[in-house]
């Protein structure tokens, strides 16, 4: 299989961000959650230690991949996260209840018309820091936080489908 270069540079989330996006979300133990670029698996590990959630991390990254799986063994959560090595420009998301992805603006526009096609009414998406042009988000929440020292502003975007 032969997978398209990154659009993006890994950029990953600490931890306080993680927990932030989870709570966001309104994350409880029911819903099935998907990171379409999951990197290390972060999100999803930690969604599924804290909320027993169920978890699909989706990356095009080999070695990310592997890392992501590896973590999920060693958090013991690896029963409930499936991860994958694939293009999630053709990937089914269908039986998702939230979707998160930190993409560049131009990736999530891509990504809108399969959002809305796949995916069940109610679903909950939340975007790090770029929204999906003129479908305004129903929430937006803003946290400064400390990075190696310095303060960052981080936008946090939450959509529903069928909710616009």
């Given at each position: 299989?032969?997978?398209?270069?990154?659009?993006?540079?890994?950029?990953?989330?600490?931890?306080?961000i993680v927990e932030a996006i989870l709570?966001?979300?309104?994350?409880?133990?029911?819903?099935?959650?998907?990171?379409?670029?999951?990197?290390?698996?972060?999100?999803?590990?930690?969604?599924?230690?804290?909320?027993?959630?169920?978890?699909?991390?989706?990356?095009?990254?080999?070695?990310?991949?592997?890392?992501?799986?590896?973590?999920?063994?060693?958090?013991?959560?690896?029963?409930?996260?499936?991860?994958?090595?694939?293009?999630?420009?053709?990937?089914?998301?269908?039986?998702?209840?939230?979707?998160?992805?930190?993409?560049?603006?131009?990736?999530?526009?891509?990504?809108?018309?399969?959002?809305?096609?796949?995916?069940?009414?109610?679903?909950?998406?939340?975007?790090r820091d770029f929204d999906m042009g003129?479908?305004?988000?129903?929430?937006?929440?803003?946290?400064?936080?400390e990075e190696e020292e310095e303060q960052?502003?981080?936008?946090?975007?939450?959509?529903?489908?069928?909710?616009?």
């Amino acid at each position: 299989m032969t997978l398209p270069k990154p659009d993006i540079a890994y950029i990953p989330c600490n931890q306080e961000i993680v927990e932030a996006i989870l709570e966001f979300a309104q994350i409880n133990s029911e819903d099935v959650i998907y990171d379409l670029g999951c990197g290390d698996g972060r999100i999803l590990i930690t969604a599924a230690k804290k909320y027993g959630t169920r978890g699909v991390g989706i990356d095009i990254d080999p070695k990310l991949v592997e890392q992501a799986k590896q973590k999920a063994i060693k958090n013991r959560v690896d029963k409930q996260l499936e991860i994958y090595l694939q293009n999630l420009f053709i990937s089914n998301f269908a039986d998702a209840d939230v979707i998160f992805i930190y993409l560049l603006p131009h990736l999530n526009l891509r990504l809108r018309p399969q959002l809305w096609k796949q995916l069940k009414p109610g679903t909950r998406i939340i975007s790090r820091d770029f929204d999906m042009g003129d479908w305004k988000p129903l929430q937006q929440l803003t946290l400064t936080v400390e990075e190696e020292e310095e303060q960052e502003e981080v936008n946090l975007y939450y959509w529903e489908i069928g909710r616009r």
